[in-house]
């Protein structure tokens, strides 16, 4: 578990856009979160760690297609 997060973060020290990373960073965190289940503290920050990894990763969606959109209307051509 413990390399999976620091492989994910390693890939997003890269690459700060990378959403499929960022999805799979909310999915190890919920995993580790159903590991410590007997840990009320740990289930609850990791939960939460998960929670940030799911906003991010849309954020950075919404961002990335905002940009898309805005680089099609500058590539198409005018009609006046």
Do not use: F
Request: net charge negative; hydrophobic share 40%; charged share 35%.
């Amino acid at each position: 578990m413990k390399d999976g997060v620091e492989n994910i973060a390693k890939a997003l020290d890269l690459r700060h856009d990378y959403d499929d990373a960022m999805a799979y960073m909310n999915l190890m965190y919920r995993e580790k979160a159903n590991i410590q289940c007997n840990d009320l503290e740990s289930y609850k920050s990791d939960l939460k760690a998960a929670d940030h990894w799911v906003d991010v990763t849309l954020s950075t969606k919404k961002a990335r297609a905002a940009k898309d959109v805005a680089h099609q209307h500058e590539a198409s051509p005018r009609i006046e």
